[in-house]
């Protein structure tokens, strides 16, 4: 199977489906420019009412989102820590940066985010593994369920590999659970290493903004230690 289209260029793939609310069969099959719609929340004043949800992957164009045999971007990998506890969740959230730091992935690039409810996700920007664009929705899954595998073997066990999928809808930042009523919100990863718990579930209560690049960064030098120099 070809996992990578060397020749695409990873900053053309910015859509995906959008939903605002609930998930439901009503609510799917809305295709936009995710990017965009992603800084837009990252950044918003007046924080949407409900939740907001985004597929993982990027297409090229708006009519490729529903095919799974099309090119696809991943711009983050997702490393999801889903506990009981949202106390343990954020304890394993930090000894996940602190093995991602000591691999040498550069921490300021990589975004952690309270999910809203009992977890935390670890963003890992695509740009630290080179960029790559996926030959299909299958590719992308089979390399990020690799790199998600080798997280949790050498860095934090009972990550959630669903993340893999570039068609696994994920919430969007400032947008709230409609459960526990708290917004994801999102911090640097230098910076929240910083921060004491209460402060980042208070935080929740109400959002943050974020501001997020304006294009893809370029693919930096992998880190030492990569996941695939073995």
């Known amino acids: 199977m070809q996992i990578f289209n060397?020749?695409?260029d990873y900053r053309k793939f910015k859509y995906g489906e959008q939903i605002v609310g609930h998930p439901s069969r009503a609510a799917r099959g809305n295709y936009a420019n995710i990017w965009l719609w992603e800084r837009?929340?990252?950044?918003?004043?007046?924080?949407?009412?409900g939740p907001r949800f985004a597929t993982i992957g990027r297409w090229r164009k708006r009519e490729q989102c529903a095919e799974r045999a099309a090119d696809v971007f991943m711009p983050y990998i997702y490393l999801d820590i889903d506990r009981e506890n949202p106390l343990d969740a954020y304890s394993d959230a930090?000894?996940?940066?602190?093995?991602?730091?000591?691999?040498?992935y550069t921490m300021r690039e990589i975004l952690v985010?309270?999910?809203g409810?009992?977890?935390f996700h670890i963003q890992i920007p695509a740009s630290q593994l080179g960029n790559p664009v996926f030959a299909s929705a299958k590719a992308a899954r089979v390399f990020a369920e690799e790199f998600i595998g080798w997280?949790?073997?050498?860095?934090?066990?009972?990550?959630?590999?669903?993340?893999?999928?570039?068609?696994h809808l994920i919430r969007m930042q400032n947008s709230a659970h409609s459960k526990s009523l708290l917004r994801k919100t999102a911090w640097r990863a230098d910076n929240f290493a910083k921060l004491d718990k209460s402060y980042v579930f208070e935080k929740a209560k109400r959002g943050k903004r974020l501001k997020l690049p304006e294009e893809y960064p370029p693919p930096s030098p992998p880190p030492e230690g990569s996941?695939?120099?073995?």
Request: proline fraction near 8%.
């Open 6 to 8: 060397p020749d695409a």
């Open 94 to 104: 930090r000894n996940l940066l602190q093995a991602l730091s000591s691999l040498d």
């Open 40 to 49: 837009k929340l990252a950044l918003a004043k007046d924080k949407p009412d």
């Open 151 to 167: 997280m949790a073997h050498n860095a934090l066990g009972g990550l959630d590999p669903s993340t893999a999928s570039p068609l």
């Open 227 to 230: 996941w695939r120099k073995e």
């Open 117 to 119: 409810r009992k977890g």
């Open 113 to 115: 985010c309270f999910s």
